[in-house]
């Protein structure tokens, strides 16, 4: 059974530094595209950054060069580096993990997510 468990989330001033964590149990994390997905009050889940299973990298406009994604496939664990935190990254943060094969999303795990919160 795969779970995906994130951790590092919480209260933090505008400004300062948070790190995310998630840790994927079961044996399919090294194929994986990992992803962070964050989703703030009244407002739709959007993609924050992921990672290839290569380490190719993405990420949101509003986090470039704040934000950094990462993966370690010895821990089967991703982390997401927070930077120069703002109050409007409040949110939910949610862990993702996908694979996509040429007739389509083989699988497509989430964690439960984690509540951070900046304040000005």
């Known amino acids: 059974q795969v779970q995906l468990v994130e951790s590092g989330g919480g209260l933090v001033q505008a400004g300062r530094s948070l790190r995310l964590s998630c840790a994927v149990s079961g044996s399919i994390f090294s194929a994986s595209v990992m992803g962070w997905y964050r989703q703030a009050p009244g407002r739709q889940r959007d993609l924050v950054a992921a990672?290839?299973?290569?380490?190719?990298?993405n990420y949101a406009n509003s986090v470039k060069g704040r934000f950094t994604i990462s993966r370690d496939n010895a821990k089967n664990t991703v982390y997401l580096q927070m930077n120069s935190l703002k109050p409007e990254d409040t949110a939910v943060y949610s862990c993702?993990?996908?694979?996509?094969?040429?007739?389509?999303?083989?699988?497509?795990?989430w964690g439960q997510g984690t509540q951070v919160t900046v304040s000005s």
């Open positions: 990672i290839t299973s290569g380490g190719s990298t």
């Open positions: 993702n993990a996908k694979r996509i094969i040429f007739s389509g999303i083989e699988y497509d795990y």
